[in-house]
């Protein structure tokens, strides 16, 4: 049986049976990744800590039968502690966590959705609280969008998505791909386009995710979830359990 | 697959893998058993599974499993309604009362926040717990959610919404009794560290 050993991020820890545990991981060479870890969920497990969701591993896995790998050693990299200690932080790393989860393919290379997530649960740890809900944090954001960008799926914000056109760009459509102008926006059931909303993805594209919370304001943060998760639904069949309902 | 077993000890088979912890092999050599013993032995089993069915429902105030309106912890007079622990599901208010510290009353959310399975506090009983703090006159809050992400996170979203009203304790989360230090995960330890008080 072939040993695996890779650096993963722990994306979701789901109960299996009487004590172990089945988890699904993020790795930069391999995409998303299962595994099951025998015995993790028992109080005696020095494991169970580990393997939990936002901690950075060094693991190494056997393959079996099917695509669930065994877990056979795991040792911390980074155990986000910090997300730990404040509420928002934990639920805005569980909404990077469930984009990770549900964006990125299995078996793949990830290394830049990898780098991504990792750096962004490293940012939330040490945030502050903002009175926004936690899944239009700007480093949730931020994520969406660099994940659109991975993805190939940025939208079209500076012409018009549908005739090419110059702006003002006035509806958005996901099916054409962006903004779209006010002669292609009659009849194309594209809804409002949010200028700021559009100027705030531009931002948190250009910018590094570090700088997402001067990128995009709280007015224009409910624009930015939305337009991102309209490419989501329409291109890749994905809506976010975590993000405001469409 | 064509069964030799009649359909009657399939459909037993079939029902006792749907359990927990118990595979297809397992349920066959559980479903044997029973029918090797004398039959009032599984009769008086199969009484226990249907009176259950029957005659729980969930407690009107705190929502663990109940014959009749209240639970025994929420008919029991004894106990203080003014500290509610609030756990997960029902399962988690059997290991706090063997410990048989705790002389309060419980409050079962049905779940955690868990942003990755679209759960939110509107999917919690959380307006329940609200009103029974206002009508109890509730003056202690102990959260004894699992320490998992989604556990924590929902401890930490109740503390923050009764904070000014009550006290809010948690369930101390850190190193198990009688282990050492060398042997602690990072996480537990990162978390005690960050959780540190002053003695
Ligand atoms: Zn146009
Ligand atoms: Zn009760």
């Known amino acids: ?246 | 697959m064509a069964s030799i077993l009649t359909p009657s000890v399939d459909a037993l088979v079939t029902e006792l893998a749907r359990l927990p912890g118990i595979g297809p092999r397992s349920a066959q050599r559980l479903a044997f058993h029973l029918l090797r013993m004398p039959s009032e032995r599984p009769q008086a089993l199969a009484d226990a599974i249907a009176a259950v069915v029957d005659r729980i429902t969930p407690c009107t105030q705190c929502f663990s499993f109940a014959e009749g309106d209240l639970c025994p912890v929420c008919a029991d007079t004894r106990r203080d309604p003014t500290v509610i622990c609030v756990v997960e599901e029902p399962s988690a208010i059997m290991s706090i009362e063997r410990t048989h510290e705790f002389r309060g009353r419980y409050h079962v959310l049905g779940g955690a926040l868990s942003p990755i399975d679209g759960v939110d506090p509107e999917d919690l009983r959380i307006v329940e717990l609200d009103q029974r703090i206002e009508r109890d006159g509730v003056t202690e809050l102990v959260i004894a959610t699992n320490p998992t992400m989604s556990g924590e996170a929902t401890a930490l979203f109740l503390a923050d919404r009764v904070r000014d009203r009550l006290k809010v304790t948690r369930l101390a989360s850190g190193l198990p009794v009688g282990a050492d230090l060398e042997h602690a995960d990072e996480l537990t330890l990162g978390r005690a560290y960050l959780g540190r008080r002053e003695i």
């Open chain 1, 1 to 246: 049986m072939a040993l695996i050993e890779t650096e993963a991020v722990v994306l979701r820890t789901l109960k299996y049976g009487e004590s172990d545990a089945i988890l699904t991981l993020l790795t930069p060479g391999m995409g998303r990744i299962s595994a099951i870890a025998k015995g993790a969920r028992k109080p005696t497990s020095k494991q169970g800590g580990r393997l939990q969701p936002g901690v950075r591993l060094n693991l190494s896995a056997a393959e079996g039968r099917g695509d669930l790998l065994t877990l056979r050693s795991a040792q911390v990299v980074d155990a986000g502690a910090g997300l730990w200690m404040d509420g928002y932080r934990l639920r805005a790393a569980g909404s990077v966590l469930e984009i990770a989860m549900r964006v990125v393919p299995e078996q793949v290379d990830a290394e830049a959705p990898y780098n991504l997530i990792t750096r962004a649960l490293a940012l939330i740890a040490r945030t502050t609280a903002l009175d926004t809900p936690p899944r239009l944090d700007p480093y949730v954001l931020g994520v969406q969008a660099k994940l659109l960008a991975v993805s190939g799926l940025v939208p079209q914000l500076g012409s018009c998505a549908a005739c090419g056109g110059p702006p003002p760009l006035v509806g958005f459509s996901a099916a054409a791909g962006g903004g779209v102008c006010p002669s292609c926006v009659i009849g194309s059931g594209a809804e409002t386009l949010d200028p700021a909303a559009a100027d705030a993805l531009v931002a948190l594209l250009a910018r590094p995710l570090a700088e997402a919370p001067d990128a995009v304001s709280a007015a224009a943060a409910p624009g930015v979830e939305r337009i991102a998760a309209l490419m989501l639904r329409e291109h890749l069949g994905v809506t976010l359990r975590s993000g405001t309902p469409l």
